[in-house]
């Protein structure tokens, strides 16, 4: 199982330009979450996806956009790149489970580190 | 809204115990983490903590809460200096989204 998988491990991007990011799930998983880490940060919160659905968001402006695939990967769109969208971006995966609200432990990727010049 | 809030910076000779504190405001939080990160690479979860309980034990890692003060402490028996690394602090506030604290770095000196 390779866990968790995102890509690319690093972009380097422009002001105004738009970026795509990829997130795998772990084997099994069917909810997806995404995260943004800030140099010296912790992590926070940008949206989570289950059934192709944005399920809940965080503090996040509209550039901010994602998409789940049926196959439970996912996207995740920054538009309009500003210097401080520059941070590690993660993905986290879990399994709603049948009841739906059993602990689910949250799997984190490596993250994409995203830098804007 | 949900805060957590931990110390940045925490200094321990090898072998000695480390004891990293947090606190959060959200009491409807279900499960508190504490997740480790090493320099270029993801989160790992190290432990959690349902909030019914005091206190959960794993090998050299030892949780305490403290629900009425809303303060959890993780600590680290024999410290080794592969355990350094920064430690953040967690709670879920709903729908399994995660509030994160800014992480303490912990420094093993051999």
């Known amino acids: 199982d390779a866990g968790v998988t995102q890509s690319p491990t690093h972009l380097i991007k422009t002001r105004g330009q738009q970026v795509t990011l990829r997130c795998s799930p772990k084997?099994?998983?069917?909810?997806v979450s995404w995260y943004q880490q800030a140099l010296g940060q912790g992590p926070q919160f940008i949206f989570q996806?289950?059934?192709?659905?944005?399920?809940q968001r965080g503090n996040f402006p509209d550039r901010f956009s994602g998409h789940q695939f049926p196959n439970y990967s996912s996207e995740l769109n920054v538009n309009a790149l500003l210097l401080g969208d520059s941070a590690l971006y993660l993905c986290?995966?879990?399994?709603?489970?049948?009841?739906?609200?059993?602990?689910?432990?949250?799997?984190f990727g490596p993250g994409t580190r995203l830098t804007v010049l | 809204g949900e805060d957590v809030e931990q110390s940045l910076f925490l200094s321990v000779r090898e072998g000695d115990s480390s004891v990293i504190n947090c606190t959060y405001t959200?009491?409807?939080?279900?499960?508190l983490y504490w997740y480790k990160q090493e320099p270029g690479a993801g989160l790992q979860l190290l432990t959690y903590i349902f909030s019914n309980m005091d206190m959960k034990q794993d090998q050299r890692l030892t949780v305490l809460l403290n629900k009425k003060d809303k303060h959890l402490s993780l600590r680290i028996a024999d410290t080794q200096t592969g355990d350094s690394a920064i430690y953040f602090c967690?709670?879920?506030?709903?729908?399994?989204?995660?509030?994160f604290g800014i992480g303490t770095k912990l420094q093993v000196i051999p």
């Open positions: 986290a995966s879990r399994s709603v489970g049948i009841s739906g609200s059993s602990y689910n432990e949250q799997f």
């Open positions: 959200d009491s409807s939080s279900t499960y």
């Open positions: 967690a709670e879920n506030g709903g729908y399994q989204k995660v509030t």
């Open positions: 996806y289950y059934e192709e659905e944005e399920r």
């Open positions: 084997s099994g998983h069917d909810t």
